[in-house]
Protein backbone atom coordinates (compact mmCIF):
# COMPACT_ATOMS: atom_id res chain seq x y z
CA UNK A 1 0.00 0.00 0.00
CA UNK A 2 0.94 3.26 -0.78
CA UNK A 3 -0.19 6.61 1.47
CA UNK A 4 0.21 9.85 0.53
CA UNK A 5 -0.25 12.11 3.22
CA UNK A 6 -0.80 16.34 2.77
CA UNK A 7 -0.72 18.42 5.62
CA UNK A 8 0.91 21.81 6.88
CA UNK A 9 2.59 20.16 9.68
CA UNK A 10 4.78 17.21 8.39
CA UNK A 11 6.87 17.15 11.34
CA UNK A 12 3.84 16.25 12.97
CA UNK A 13 4.37 12.97 11.34
CA UNK A 14 7.67 11.86 12.55
CA UNK A 15 7.21 10.35 15.64
CA UNK A 16 4.06 7.77 15.04
CA UNK A 17 5.58 6.88 12.19
CA UNK A 18 9.19 5.90 12.92
CA UNK A 19 8.25 3.68 15.41
CA UNK A 20 7.13 0.64 16.59
CA UNK A 21 4.21 -1.43 14.39
CA UNK A 22 4.10 0.91 11.39
CA UNK A 23 7.79 1.32 11.44
CA UNK A 24 8.02 -2.06 11.02
CA UNK A 25 5.12 -2.00 7.96
CA UNK A 26 7.49 0.24 6.48
CA UNK A 27 10.66 -1.63 6.79
CA UNK A 28 9.26 -4.81 5.49
CA UNK A 29 8.09 -3.00 2.96
CA UNK A 30 4.46 -3.45 3.46
CA UNK A 31 3.38 0.46 3.35
CA UNK A 32 4.99 3.20 1.31
CA UNK A 33 4.18 6.66 3.13
CA UNK A 34 4.79 9.81 1.61
CA UNK A 35 4.48 13.04 3.70
CA UNK A 36 3.45 16.05 1.50
CA UNK A 37 3.89 19.68 2.59
CA UNK A 38 0.96 21.64 1.23
CA UNK A 39 3.07 25.01 1.29
CA UNK A 40 5.67 23.46 -1.02
CA UNK A 41 3.01 24.63 -3.47
CA UNK A 42 1.48 27.45 -2.90
CA UNK A 43 1.41 30.06 -5.97
CA UNK A 44 1.14 32.83 -3.12
CA UNK A 45 3.96 35.10 -2.94
CA UNK A 46 3.60 35.06 0.54
CA UNK A 47 3.71 31.42 0.83
CA UNK A 48 -0.06 31.44 2.22
CA UNK A 49 -2.12 28.32 2.14
CA UNK A 50 -5.57 29.77 3.55
CA UNK A 51 -7.24 32.68 3.35
CA UNK A 52 -10.24 34.66 4.68
CA UNK A 53 -14.00 33.08 3.90
CA UNK A 54 -15.48 34.98 1.72
CA UNK A 55 -18.81 36.20 3.72
CA UNK A 56 -19.12 38.22 7.06
CA UNK A 57 -18.03 36.34 10.08
CA UNK A 58 -14.34 35.24 10.98
CA UNK A 59 -12.18 32.20 9.71
CA UNK A 60 -9.90 31.19 7.95
CA UNK A 61 -9.98 28.23 5.25
CA UNK A 62 -7.37 26.73 3.13
CA UNK A 63 -7.19 28.01 -0.42
CA UNK A 64 -7.99 25.12 -3.34
CA UNK A 65 -4.66 25.82 -5.41
CA UNK A 66 -2.03 24.84 -3.55
CA UNK A 67 -3.82 21.19 -2.62
CA UNK A 68 -5.03 20.96 -5.92
CA UNK A 69 -1.58 21.38 -7.73
CA UNK A 70 -0.19 18.71 -5.26
CA UNK A 71 -3.41 16.62 -6.13
CA UNK A 72 -3.13 16.73 -9.66
CA UNK A 73 0.92 15.77 -9.54
CA UNK A 74 0.31 12.87 -7.48
CA UNK A 75 -3.00 11.59 -9.63
CA UNK A 76 -0.45 12.12 -13.16
CA UNK A 77 1.85 9.15 -11.02
CA UNK A 78 -0.61 6.79 -10.64
CA UNK A 79 -4.23 6.01 -9.93
CA UNK A 80 -5.56 6.64 -6.02
CA UNK A 81 -8.47 4.40 -4.98
CA UNK A 82 -9.49 7.25 -2.57
CA UNK A 83 -8.76 10.27 -1.96
CA UNK A 84 -9.58 11.33 1.40
CA UNK A 85 -10.24 14.45 3.58
CA UNK A 86 -10.26 14.55 7.29
CA UNK A 87 -13.05 16.60 8.84
CA UNK A 88 -15.42 16.46 12.15
CA UNK A 89 -18.56 16.54 9.89
CA UNK A 90 -17.23 13.54 7.79
CA UNK A 91 -18.42 9.89 8.57
CA UNK A 92 -17.39 8.08 11.51
CA UNK A 93 -14.29 6.04 10.89
CA UNK A 94 -14.11 2.88 12.56
CA UNK A 95 -13.24 -0.88 12.61
CA UNK A 96 -15.19 -1.79 9.82
CA UNK A 97 -13.17 1.08 7.65
CA UNK A 98 -9.77 -0.23 8.34
CA UNK A 99 -10.65 -2.88 7.37
CA UNK A 100 -11.80 -1.96 4.11
CA UNK A 101 -9.48 0.75 3.14
CA UNK A 102 -6.67 -1.71 4.17
CA UNK A 103 -7.22 -3.94 0.77
CA UNK A 104 -6.49 -0.70 -1.27
CA UNK A 105 -3.63 0.20 -3.35
CA UNK A 106 -3.04 4.38 -3.23
CA UNK A 107 -4.99 6.36 -0.86
CA UNK A 108 -3.93 9.90 -0.07
CA UNK A 109 -5.25 11.70 3.22
CA UNK A 110 -5.79 15.36 3.06
CA UNK A 111 -5.91 16.90 6.94
CA UNK A 112 -8.09 19.63 7.21
CA UNK A 113 -7.45 22.83 8.99
CA UNK A 114 -9.44 26.10 10.14
CA UNK A 115 -12.34 26.34 9.21
CA UNK A 116 -12.28 23.92 6.49
CA UNK A 117 -10.74 24.39 3.21
CA UNK A 118 -12.28 25.44 0.05
CA UNK A 119 -15.85 23.67 -0.82
CA UNK A 120 -14.79 23.37 -4.49
CA UNK A 121 -12.19 21.39 -3.67
CA UNK A 122 -14.20 19.01 -1.71
CA UNK A 123 -16.60 18.58 -4.87
CA UNK A 124 -13.73 18.18 -7.21
CA UNK A 125 -11.13 15.89 -5.70
CA UNK A 126 -12.50 14.04 -2.48
CA UNK A 127 -13.98 10.77 -2.58
CA UNK A 128 -14.31 10.49 1.09
CA UNK A 129 -15.14 12.57 4.06
CA UNK A 130 -14.21 10.65 7.19
CA UNK A 131 -13.90 12.18 11.14
CA UNK A 132 -12.47 9.72 14.27
CA UNK A 133 -15.36 10.80 16.13
CA UNK A 134 -17.72 13.58 17.85
CA UNK A 135 -15.61 16.09 19.49
CA UNK A 136 -13.15 19.16 17.84
CA UNK A 137 -9.13 18.66 17.13
CA UNK A 138 -7.06 21.51 16.21
CA UNK A 139 -6.37 19.97 12.90
CA UNK A 140 -6.61 16.63 10.80
CA UNK A 141 -2.83 15.49 11.42
CA UNK A 142 -4.31 13.25 14.37
CA UNK A 143 -6.73 12.12 12.54
CA UNK A 144 -4.85 10.77 9.67
CA UNK A 145 -2.51 9.35 12.38
CA UNK A 146 -5.40 7.56 14.09
CA UNK A 147 -6.26 6.26 10.89
CA UNK A 148 -3.55 5.07 9.13
CA UNK A 149 -2.48 3.15 12.04
CA UNK A 150 -5.94 1.44 12.17
CA UNK A 151 -5.62 0.51 8.73
CA UNK A 152 -1.90 -0.73 8.48
CA UNK A 153 -1.89 -3.12 11.70
CA UNK A 154 -4.56 -5.17 9.46
CA UNK A 155 -2.93 -5.36 6.66
CA UNK A 156 -1.29 -9.08 6.53
CA UNK A 157 2.00 -9.34 7.25
CA UNK A 158 2.02 -6.34 9.79
CA UNK A 159 1.48 -7.69 13.06
CA UNK A 160 4.30 -10.37 14.66
CA UNK A 161 1.39 -12.78 15.19
CA UNK A 162 -1.37 -12.83 11.81
CA UNK A 163 -4.31 -13.95 13.94
CA UNK A 164 -3.85 -11.15 16.53
CA UNK A 165 -5.65 -8.52 14.20
CA UNK A 166 -8.27 -10.96 13.90
CA UNK A 167 -8.96 -11.72 17.23
CA UNK A 168 -8.95 -7.93 18.65
CA UNK A 169 -11.57 -6.34 19.94
CA UNK A 170 -14.38 -5.02 17.59
CA UNK A 171 -13.00 -7.59 14.51
CA UNK A 172 -15.92 -9.89 15.93
CA UNK A 173 -17.84 -7.52 17.02
CA UNK A 174 -16.57 -8.56 21.08
CA UNK A 175 -14.30 -7.10 23.51
CA UNK A 176 -11.14 -8.71 23.95
CA UNK A 177 -11.10 -10.93 27.25
CA UNK A 178 -8.35 -9.86 30.10
CA UNK A 179 -5.00 -11.58 29.58
CA UNK A 180 -2.14 -12.17 32.28
CA UNK A 181 1.29 -12.81 32.70
CA UNK A 182 3.58 -13.67 35.01
CA UNK A 183 3.50 -13.74 37.90
CA UNK A 184 0.52 -16.04 38.93
CA UNK A 185 0.07 -14.09 42.12
CA UNK A 186 0.67 -10.67 42.43
CA UNK A 187 0.56 -9.24 45.81
CA UNK A 188 -2.14 -11.62 46.77
CA UNK A 189 -4.04 -11.77 43.94
CA UNK A 190 -4.15 -14.53 41.85
CA UNK A 191 -4.96 -15.23 37.76
CA UNK A 192 -7.66 -16.99 36.71
CA UNK A 193 -6.59 -20.70 37.46
CA UNK A 194 -8.26 -21.74 34.13
CA UNK A 195 -5.29 -20.19 32.29
CA UNK A 196 -3.05 -22.61 33.90
CA UNK A 197 -4.63 -25.31 33.38
CA UNK A 198 -2.96 -26.00 30.05
CA UNK A 199 -6.58 -27.10 29.46
CA UNK A 200 -6.60 -24.89 25.28
CA UNK A 201 -10.16 -25.97 25.03
CA UNK A 202 -11.90 -24.99 28.03
CA UNK A 203 -9.21 -21.31 28.29
CA UNK A 204 -11.08 -21.08 24.56
CA UNK A 205 -14.43 -21.28 26.58
CA UNK A 206 -13.52 -18.79 29.64
CA UNK A 207 -12.37 -16.70 27.03
CA UNK A 208 -15.73 -16.29 24.91
CA UNK A 209 -17.38 -16.45 28.25
CA UNK A 210 -15.39 -13.24 29.17
CA UNK A 211 -15.75 -11.75 25.90
CA UNK A 212 -19.73 -12.15 25.53
CA UNK A 213 -19.16 -10.95 29.43
CA UNK A 214 -17.24 -7.88 29.30
CA UNK A 215 -19.03 -7.06 25.98
CA UNK A 216 -22.93 -7.12 27.21
CA UNK A 217 -21.48 -5.02 30.58
CA UNK A 218 -19.57 -2.44 28.66
CA UNK A 219 -20.66 -2.40 25.59
CA UNK A 220 -24.75 -2.86 25.32
CA UNK A 221 -24.60 -1.55 21.98
CA UNK A 222 -22.29 -3.55 20.51
CA UNK A 223 -24.16 -7.06 22.16
CA UNK A 224 -27.28 -6.29 20.85
CA UNK A 225 -25.52 -6.18 17.45
CA UNK A 226 -24.13 -10.08 17.76
CA UNK A 227 -25.65 -12.56 15.26
CL1 LIG B 1 -10.98 14.15 11.13
N1 LIG B 1 -10.61 16.52 12.21
C1 LIG B 1 -10.76 17.42 13.19
N2 LIG B 1 -10.25 18.64 13.05
N3 LIG B 1 -11.39 17.15 14.32
C2 LIG B 1 -11.90 15.91 14.44
C3 LIG B 1 -11.77 14.93 13.47
C4 LIG B 1 -11.12 15.27 12.33
N4 LIG B 1 -12.38 13.81 13.89
C5 LIG B 1 -12.83 14.10 15.09
N5 LIG B 1 -12.56 15.35 15.43
Known amino acids: MRLDILTIFPEMFEGPFSLSMIKRAINKKIVEIHIHNIRDYTADKHKRVDDYAYGPGAGMVMMIQPIADLIDKLKSERDYDEIIFTTPDGDTF ?5 NTLSLKENI ?3 CGHYKGVDQ ?6 ITKELSIGDYVLTGGELAAMVMSDAIIRVIPGVLSDETSALTDSFQSGLLSPPVYTRPPVYKGVAVPDILLSGNDKEIANWRLEQSLEKTRNLRPDLYEKLP
Request: charged share 30%; proline share 0%; glycine share 0%.
Open 120 to 125: RLRDMY
Open 94 to 98: NQETA
Open 108 to 110: IIL
